[in-house]
């Protein structure tokens, strides 16, 4: 593994800009998910359009919501380092 290299980030993605993707790759609406969480479709547009901060439990009940981790939402943009000590 030595002539490898690592993939380089194409796009930046904010906190917001990850929930709506993840949200509509789940074909959900903002009010199907308001539904689902009890947050509000107005809290949740201006969660995606970057109006206000996820915070932390909003983070975890939109991840249980979208059914993913909710680093995931958190650190979309966060890139893992190998450790390469042998």
Known sequence: MKNYRRAKKQIEVSVGES???IRELQELS?????????????TI?????????????????????????PAVL????????QNTAA
């Open 19 to 21: 929930v709506r993707i």
């Open 30 to 42: 903002q009010n199907e998910l308001a539904q689902r969480t009890g947050i509000p479709q107005s």
């Open 45 to 69: 547009s201006a969660i995606e359009n970057n109006r206000i901060q996820l915070g932390v439990d909003r983070a975890k009940v939109l991840a249980q919501a979208l059914q993913c981790h």
């Open 74 to 81: 958190v650190f979309p943009g966060w890139e893992i380092k």
